[in-house]
């Protein structure tokens, strides 16, 4: 897939998500339908729910096949955001980050715990790493999910929905870059020369 196809593919439905949410009033009144959903955060939900499911048809139908990752992520969105909209209580879809990133912490660290570097079968064609490179990059990335789901804890029961949104969009995101472009030191030292040379996750 162009990477800059898959790029608006996974960061889409966070774009419309914000975009709703700052804009819930105006849309509600152009569109009289989406009132019935209440508040700006309720329609951003509905708009969140739907883009997601159209991104992750749209990646099927280029590639017939769905990665895990964000395949769960859209699984947690449609239930937590259904949640969300049955009860009308914004609290559902608030801890949906939470709970995906502290299910993919506990995966990795649970995996490292029976000796398997799960991270590797991820993106083992990405790059190749040596057996203990996959071993540091999965514990990293496991602690990593477990400082997402307690930074969306402090932020959401701490500021304003407004506040957790704008911060869920253009917080987590740079966070993320800085995280993986950190990694590359480790990663390049146990990189594979060798394209042929096995590593054991």
């Known amino acids: 897939m162009n990477p800059l196809l898959k790029l608006a593919l996974e960061l889409g439905p966070l774009g419309v998500f914000f975009f709703a949410n700052a804009r819930g009033a105006q849309l509600a009144e152009s569109f009289p339908a989406l009132a019935a959903f209440g508040g700006p955060i309720f329609v951003a939900t509905a708009a969140f729910m ?15 096949h769905l990665p895990i990752m964000p395949l769960v992520t859209g699984v947690v969105v449609l239930v937590f ?5 049955y009860l009308h209580d914004d609290l559902f879809i ?3 980050p939470t709970i995906i990133n502290g299910l993919f ?3 990795l660290l649970g995996g490292l715990f029976f000796g398997r570097s799960l991270l590797g079968y991820v993106f083992d064609s990405v790059f190749r790493l040596d057996a203990e490179g996959w071993r540091k990059l999965t514990f990293r990335w496991g602690l990593f ?6 930074v969306n804890e ?3 029961r701490n500021f304003s929905t407004d506040t ?3 911060f869920k969009v253009f917080g987590i995101m740079p966070i993320t870059f800085i995280f993986t472009f950190s990694q590359i030191p480790m990663i390049s030292r146990h990189s594979l020369t060798d394209p042929n040379e096995a590593a054991e996750k």
Not at 81 to 85: D, E, K, N, Q, R
Request: glycine share 6%; hydrophobic share 65%.
């Open 50 to 64: 739907v883009a997601i499911t159209v991104s992750l048809i749209v990646s099927y139908v280029m590639t017939r």
């Open 81 to 85: 955001g259904a949640l969300t909209l």
């Open 94 to 96: 608030k801890l949906k």
């Open 105 to 107: 912490g506990t995966v």
């Open 145 to 150: 999910f477990y400082f997402l789901a307690i």
């Open 154 to 156: 402090v932020v959401w």
């Open 164 to 166: 957790w949104v704008t």
